[in-house]
């Protein structure tokens, strides 16, 4: 075997030896006969060995390479006059070479694309009546007693099994003055008229009630569950035609109460959150109406005497008095104002204008606000929770930091051994319980002694208990502190968020609001002794609708929001009591506007109403987004804006009587209130002052539309074709969901950066679903708890100003959550790789999905400028727009999960700046962008150097830039640069160049965008 192997090498290596020897020889062969060919003469005429255009570019080249040292003397400013002219023609020449040797790669263009059809569209179908398995009377039902107290399906259906049918020929009454009030109706089918007495004494009709809304009153639904059940006074509802009404009695809800008990203060809570966000917010913010929302014929107690009655007369035993009489529910006669004792003269009755200095004087004690942050709750963490701990969150508890140095009120333990009377800084005194006889301390009643103080105390406890209807007087100890608040004192400020229950002992607290769009304040009523004041806003945990002053001394009791729903927890039927305090305070006016207005909701994907339908109503947003769209007539849809929560939606049309313009539908589930147009007509012809809002708010929109259509700005920055209604469509963003291109971008970071940056604006919250299940349970995202998790995000969506939520890397049930949550979607990418589309884009990309996305880049800090974008936009498809930016060292470290977290405790007690490219981010999407025009005209360049300088020293941030001319070019420079020294230095380098050529190409460099040719705007987003 090894012997022809060795056979076959040795004959391998001489054959290849034989081949080199060869090709060896043939080379020189070639070689030598190359060398002894004699040269040919050359035929006539010259012959190129190359083409012309490659003769161009040698000469070019050659050109360029000795003109090359002269040009960076062009810009030194020792050049002389002689030579200038010689340079003008070098660098002449430089541009004509520079302009035939512009060979280069053509850079690709931005494709325009238009709006997907689910972001312009609405679904056809309307309802799901036939994709639902339940029958439709239930499906109506639902609708409407949902929105009562969020039922989970079991008590839903308990509820359900009270309905009952009543069917109802044309012209006959479903109810009617003098008759109870007790029932919620929903029309099935047919129409029903809700009719109001007018001026005449004539029925008007305020409200058509269609197939599918019902006519209630929540109030009158509070009253029955409190007990004070009271018949119709002035409200009427008929039929139209033939119509079958389905009716749920309200005692329906007596029976679920007492199996779920906690569900009660959760369905009193929804009540008042309707009430203040529904009647108070159409009424109030829109209508300007104030005093009239609130009743004057309250019949205070007579707790305890005034100064001018008999001393004989003892304060505790007066108060036993009217404890035996005021008890029951009959009619009490309304006693006589008690004279100040400081002789200062008795303010004006309930309705009088106040002027501002009066509320804000500074010589008036205040009591200061403390600065409150959220405490973790029992039963919040950890699992699923009760419906009471959702009443708990939804009323934002607080707990109280730095009280001692902020001035606040200070709690006392609830037994000390010697009486302590502490003088605060907002000029209130505080009383604790005490023992010791010795003590005493100057209050209203006169130089008691510490044990007469204690009895006050006490007896008012007793007081607060019975009214309260307490069943264990303990839950008030240690709960409850007796405070005496001189004469100009502010107990509470409108807009407070941390406030409490006051309960008036003796003198009285004046309700002040401020008038919309006026610098003065309305006096609404005054709480007399034994009235309690602050409900509302501990019930809904919404801030105060107004301010609280003492007009002379005044003493009370006070529960902090925290005290009270621990009372509540342990007595949950004292909400009742509570919220019934705030129903008796109300007007008769409010109670049929609580008939008149509707809360309704919109499925994601519905339209509200479509172009050309009759307009019958106005919209005010509660929570979710709405998107108006136009057709024109060539059938051709565009966006028009975008609407989100506390914006007013169809007024033009509802006050003109005209068709409506566009289309609106639902970009997500929303939340409404619906004023319809007889109960507009109903309300001015009551208080005619509304008129003079209307047309205020009329005034506003069509000024807007002139503006629009006059403007510079033909559209917005996000690429929004121009209408007359145009609105910006990422503002007023409730929720934003945040969706990484690759598994690199570092999204921990880059949400924590984002909510940092956006706490300086309002109240933010970050949700993914580790959150999400550490909160709510491990089984939180499964179907079967869908229902819980809407109510339990809505209500988050409620309680802040922004809701973030982070999606997970892959198409996950919370990534398909927080898609259908969203207002706006951020796609997060890394702008110094490679233009890519993400796995999970690419799945986003097949669904239909309504909400607008914007693309951001992320960028180092001391890295590169952007790069690439137009590629980045092209391989997507619709992006309402897209941001670059610049981001800290901080946020692109590789850290630990537990380290990421610690370093970012020390970022968020830090201050956010306000320049950072993270603040602009949250402008934006908060809707308090900051823009900056420049004016046109050579000479104004170094003003506007001047203006960025002035801005940068009074910290103003610039978040967009734009200009005419010179203004486009020092905008542009300052949109790279970032800060004015560096803009400065840049315009003066280029101010160089323009000495030796005066007129320069970049004078008249500015960026059209939409109409105005030469002299448009250049509109830049800073990076």
């Not at 490679?834 to 607008?852: C, D, F, I």
């Not at 005419?964 to 949109?975: H, K, N, R």
Request: hydrophobic share 40%; glycine share 8%; charged share 20%.
């Amino acid at each position: 075997m090894e012997a022809p192997l060795q056979t076959g090498v040795v004959l391998g290596v001489m054959i290849g030896a034989g081949v080199a020897v060869l090709v060896t020889a043939v080379l020189i062969l070639l070689l030598v006969r190359r060398l002894r060919v004699p040269k040919t003469p050359a035929p006539d005429g010259p012959r190129y060995r190359f083409r012309k255009r490659d003769k161009v570019l040698f000469y070019g080249r050659k050109i360029m390479r000795k003109v090359s040292q002269s040009t960076s003397s062009l810009v030194d400013a020792s050049v002389s006059t002689a030579s200038r002219p010689r340079m003008k023609k070098k660098l002449k020449m430089l541009n004509i070479a520079k302009k035939i040797l512009r060979i280069q790669k053509e850079a690709p263009t931005l494709q325009r694309k238009e709006p997907p059809p689910a972001v312009l569209e609405a679904d056809l179908t309307e309802g799901d009546l036939a994709n639902s398995h339940l029958p439709s009377e239930v499906l109506y039902m639902l609708k409407n007693v949902r929105v009562l107290g969020h039922f989970e399906k079991p008590l839903f259906l308990e509820l359900c099994r009270h309905m009952v049918f009543q069917r109802l020929g044309q012209g006959d009454y479903v109810f009617r003055p003098g008759q109870p009030d007790a029932s919620i109706y929903v029309v099935q089918d047919g129409l029903l008229e809700l009719c109001l007495p007018g001026p005449d004494g004539k029925e008007c009709v305020v409200k058509e009630v269609v197939p599918g809304d019902s006519v209630n009153s929540l109030l009158s639904i509070l009253d029955v569950i409190t007990g004070h059940q009271h018949p119709q006074r002035t409200v009427s509802a008929r039929a139209a035609r033939d119509s079958t009404v389905l009716r749920l009695p309200v005692e329906a809800f007596s029976a679920v109460f007492t199996k779920y008990p906690e569900s009660l203060v959760r369905v009193v809570q929804i009540i008042m959150v309707r009430l203040q966000r529904v009647t108070f917010l159409a009424l109030h913010n829109y209508l300007g109406l104030t005093n009239e929302l609130f009743s004057h014929e309250i019949q205070p107690l007579r707790l305890f005497p005034s100064p001018g009655l008999p001393a004989r007369t003892s304060p505790v035993r007066g108060s036993k008095r009217v404890i035996s009489t005021s008890a029951a529910d009959e009619p009490r006669e309304t006693p006589g104002r008690p004279p100040d004792p400081t002789g200062a003269p008795l303010p004006g009755p309930p309705g009088e204008l106040v002027k501002p200095t009066s509320l804000e004087a500074p010589s008036a004690p205040l009591l200061s606000r403390c600065i409150s942050m959220p405490v973790d709750i029992s039963g919040l963490q950890g699992g699923p929770r009760s419906d009471f701990d959702m009443a708990y969150e939804r009323g934002r508890i607080s707990m109280s930091l730095q009280e001692e140095t902020s001035g606040v009120i200070q709690a006392a333990p609830a037994r000390t051994p010697t009486q302590e009377l502490r003088e605060q800084p907002a000029g209130a005194c505080e009383y604790s319980y005490c023992e010791d006889e010795s003590a005493t301390g100057r209050c209203p009643f006169g130089p008691y002694q510490g044990r007469q103080t204690s009895s006050i105390f006490e007896a008012a406890k007793q007081e607060l208990a019975k009214l309260m209807r307490i069943e264990d007087p303990a839950l008030l100890n240690s709960r409850v502190l007796l405070h005496h608040a001189k004469a100009g004192t502010i107990i509470a400020r409108q807009g407070d968020q941390d406030v409490s229950l006051h309960f008036v002992l003796w003198g009285c607290l004046h309700v002040y609001q401020r008038m919309i769009n006026k610098a003065e304040d309305v006096c609404l009523f005054v709480a007399q002794p034994g009235e309690l004041v602050g409900q509302l806003a501990v019930l809904t945990g919404e801030p105060l609708i107004f301010t609280l002053r003492a007009q002379r001394d005044c003493t009370f009791l006070r529960i902090s929001k925290s005290d009270f729903y621990e009372i509540m927890r342990a007595q949950p039927s004292v909400v009742l009591s509570a919220a019934h305090t705030v129903a008796a305070r109300m007007s008769p006016f409010v109670r049929q506007m609580d008939f008149a207005i509707d809360w309704t909701a919109v499925e994601a994907g519905r339209a509200l109403y479509r172009q050309g339908d009759r307009s019958d109503c106005t919209y005010i947003v509660l929570n979710g987004r709405l998107r108006s769209v136009i057709q024109r007539g060539s059938g051709k849809k565009e966006l028009v804006g975008e609407y989100g929560r506390g914006d007013l939606i169809g007024v033009v049309e509802a006050l003109t009587r005209q068709p409506r313009a566009t289309t609106v539908h639902a970009v997500r589930d929303t939340e409404l209130a619906k004023l319809p147009e007889g109960t507009l007509g109903h309300i001015k012809r009551r208080y005619p002052q509304v008129v003079t809002r209307l047309i205020h708010l009329l005034s506003q929109k069509i000024l807007g539309n002139l503006q629009q259509l006059q403007g510079p700005f033909p559209g917005s920055g996000l690429g929004v074709p121009p209408h007359s209604e145009l609105t910006n469509p990422a503002s007023n963003l409730a929720t934003v969901a945040v969706l990484p291109v690759c598994a690199e971008v570092p999204m921990v970071a880059f949400m924590l950066e984002l909510q940092h940056a956006l706490q300086a604006i309002g109240p933010t919250l970050l949700l993914n679903s580790d959150i999400i299940r550490a909160r709510l349970g491990a089984s939180a995202l499964d179907s079967i708890q869908e229902f819980r998790l809407s109510g339990w995000l809505a209500q988050q969506e409620d309680t802040h100003r922004i809701v973030l939520y982070q999606t997970d890397t892959s198409l996950t049930p919370w990534t398909v959550r927080c898609l259908r949550q969203a207002d706006c979607i951020l796609i997060v990418g890394l702008g110094d790789q490679e233009p890519t589309l993400g796995q999970l884009e690419q799945m986003l990309e097949n669904t239909a999905v309504r909400a607008l996305k914007q693309l951001v880049l992320l960028h180092r800090e001391e890295g590169p400028g952007p790069t690439r974008t137009v590629e980045w936009l092209n391989m997507r498809s619709w992006c309402s727009g897209h941001l670059h930016l610049r981001c800290p060292r901080r946020l692109f470290s590789r850290r630990s999960p537990a380290k990421l977290h610690e370093l970012y405790e020390k970022v968020f007690s830090r201050r956010a700046d306000r320049h950072s490219d993270f603040s602009r981010l949250a402008r934006v999407l908060t809707g308090n962008t900051i823009a900056l025009v420049l004016g046109g005209g050579g000479a104004r360049g170094c003003s506007h150097i001047g203006v960025l300088k002035a801005l940068e020293e009074a910290g103003v941030p610039v978040d967009l830039v734009g200009g005419t001319s010179i203004g486009s070019f020092i905008g542009a420079l300052y949109a790279e640069e970032r800060s004015a020294s560096r803009t400065k230095q840049r315009a003066r380098e280029w101010a160089k160049v323009c000495v030796v050529e005066r007129g320069s190409p970049t004078l008249g460099a500015s960026c059209p965008r939409g109409r105005g040719g030469a002299s448009g705007l250049l509109l830049t987003l800073l990076t």
